[in-house]
């Protein structure tokens, strides 16, 4: 069986968020991945067993308070469930 391995394009398509996002958490160790050279790779299994791990509960409140003072944050989120094509309510 042959293990599939994701650039952070594909991995960011995948969980539906900015690339931008998937490499803050990989370079910050949250998310399962390795650089090689100047490019990141993810094994879809373990990006699966982190996702499905992760307690989204503490993941919130881990970042709670981070866009607090930003004026762009609800910009920002309008632009993102804009471009995933569904309304901010939707769950």
């Not at 399962?32 to 299994?45: M, Q, S, Y």
């Amino acid at each position: 069986m042959q293990t599939e391995v994701l650039t952070i394009k594909e991995v960011a398509e995948y969980l539906r968020v900015p690339e931008e996002v998937v490499l803050v958490e990989a370079s910050q160790g949250h998310l399962p991945g390795r650089k090689i050279a100047d490019t990141w790779r993810f094994l879809k299994a373990a990006v699966d067993d982190w996702l499905s791990s992760q307690d989204s509960r503490s993941l919130l409140l881990s970042k709670a308070g981070i866009w607090a003072d930003d004026d762009m944050a609800d910009e920002m989120l309008k632009k993102i469930y804009e471009e995933r094509g569904r309304p901010e309510t939707e769950k």
